[in-house]
Nanobody
């Protein structure tokens, strides 16, 4: 059964690092992405990666700090987050089968999310 299961969230001080993992069984042929939703804010795209891993997209707010990668042999997608800021605090969601409609990214498959909290 295809499913997305995130892990790796937690509490970290500003300037620290975390690596999120997404066990993505059944999704090796799909483009994948990470989204986040902060309290009181709308969901936003963080990063996307093509099914082969050669094409990546980053939101301006994380460019240069976050790196998305995937290992299709392990059915896993990663989000390495460095130089974390308090404004990165959010629920982070792994997603598959991405879409781009009306200038917004969406997806047809979602994980349950993992919480990231960055203290100042």
């Amino acid at each position: 059964q295809a499913q997305l299961v995130e892990s790796g969230g937690g509490l970290v001080q500003a300037g620290g690092s975390l690596r999120l993992s997404c066990a993505a069984s059944g999704f090796s042929s799909f483009a994948m992405g990470w989204f986040r939703r902060a309290p009181g804010k709308e969901r936003e795209i963080v990063a996307t990666i093509s099914r082969g891993g050669s094409r990546k997209y980053y939101a301006d707010s994380v460019k240069g700090r976050f790196t998305i990668s995937r290992d299709n042999a392990k059915n896993t997608v990663y989000l390495q987050m460095n130089s974390l800021k308090p404004e990165d605090t959010a629920g982070y969601y792994c997603a598959a089968d991405l879409s781009y409609t009306r200038q917004r990214y969406g997806a047809n498959y979602w994980g349950q999310g993992t919480q990231v909290a960055v203290s100042s």
